[in-house]
């Protein structure tokens, strides 16, 4: 178990730490820790590229409520999404603990770079697959399909999610095509400022 503390750094650091503290231990998959609301919520690590501070988001026109905006990451438009309001709680509020994590997500078989947003990040934690319930059967007008499963940790659950599996393939499109216009208008901007 290792706390986790935002550093801009890639997370893979931490994985690389956390897999030698657990070497030779059979079936066990690490997962990051984090907040929203008063559940806690876990991210398979393999997924997770970095925990950055929250920065400021540039809002993108015509988005659903849930997609806040897009930030500059070292040069690439990544678009941020609050999962606060796609889970149908209250938005993400700005204090000390909140975070963006950069997670990398699958759209049509492509790769890309999605930030989430987090009350905070908690650690990484090892489970096995015994530790690990199938997710909650909730009847056919609840979908669940984004809960990988319910990890049991000291007591209480974590829900542990799907990240390819949280948005629709349509708002994965909407995410991915925000992300696109923005990086357009960043890119017409700075070749208009330079031939200026």
Do not use: W
């Not at 987090?118 to 009847?139: C, F, M, N, T, W």
């Not at 319910?150 to 007591?155: L, N, V």
């Amino acid at each position: 178990m290792q706390k986790i503390r935002k550093t801009g750094l890639p997370i893979q650091d931490f994985i690389e730490e956390a897999a030698m503290e657990t070497a030779g231990v059979n079936e066990m998959t690490q997962y990051l820790t984090f907040r929203l609301d008063q559940e806690i919520f876990a991210l398979d690590i393999t997924k997770v590229r970095e925990v950055l501070d929250l920065t400021t988001m540039t809002k993108v026109p015509r988005t659903p409520d849930f997609m806040r905006g897009v930030i500059n990451l070292r040069g690439s438009v990544v678009p941020v999404v609050d999962l606060r309001l796609k889970f149908g709680m209250t938005a993400t509020e700005r204090t000390l603990n909140t975070c963006i994590i950069i997670a990398e997500v699958t759209i049509g078989g492509e790769r890309t770079l999605l930030g989430a947003l987090a009350d905070s990040v908690q650690e990484v934690i090892d489970l096995d697959a015994g530790q690990i319930e199938p997710p909650p059967r909730l009847g056919t007008s609840i979908h669940t399909e984004f809960i990988r499963g319910m990890g049991k940790r000291d007591e209480r659950f974590v829900i542990i999610l799907d990240v390819d599996r949280v948005f629709s393939s349509d708002e994965l499109s909407l995410v991915q095509g925000a992300g696109s216009v923005a990086e357009t208008a960043s890119t017409a901007c700075c070749t208009k400022e330079s031939s200026g």
